[in-house]
């Protein structure tokens, strides 16, 4: 089994910082051969897409985050990261990340697309 684990959420007073990051764990070797993503979900919103992040490392960011946000990975160590500048008390919201990719197990080759448990970023104004 593949699992995601998000750490890094907290509460910041706005024009702050946070780094989130996500890391993958399971049994075998982990190839996060697919691009990744970072969503959040504001209360009584539906969940949005924040960055995204391929396999290369090539990046794009939704308007809202452009110039703030920056997702990084680390594929040694089975994690991405985003780094969050500048927080608004808009950015205030329940923050997940999905990564694709393949495990190799007992020599056979498994895809896997898993989400976080997500993390809670509070931005007080």
């Known amino acids: 089994q593949v699992q995601l684990v998000e750490s890094g959420g907290g509460l910041v007073q706005a024009g702050g910082s946070l780094i989130l990051s996500c890391t993958v764990f399971?049994?075998?070797?982990?190839?996060?051969?697919?691009?990744m993503g970072w969503y959040r979900q504001a209360p009584g919103k539906q969940r949005a897409l924040v960055a995204t992040?391929?396999?290369?490392?090539?990046?794009n960011y939704t308007d809202p985050v452009k110039g703030r946000f920056t997702t990084s990975r680390d594929n040694a160590k089975n994690t991405v990261y985003l780094q969050m500048n500048s927080l608004k008390p808009e950015d205030t919201a329940v923050y997940y990340c999905?990564?694709?990719?393949?495990?190799?197990?007992?020599?056979?080759?498994?895809?896997?697309?898993?989400w976080g448990q997500g993390t809670q970023v509070t931005v007080a104004s």
């Open positions: 399971g049994t075998g070797r982990i190839f996060m051969s697919n691009g």
């Open positions: 992040i391929t396999s290369g490392g090539s990046t």
């Open positions: 999905n990564v694709g990719g393949m495990r190799l197990r007992a020599g056979v080759f498994e895809s896997f697309n898993c």
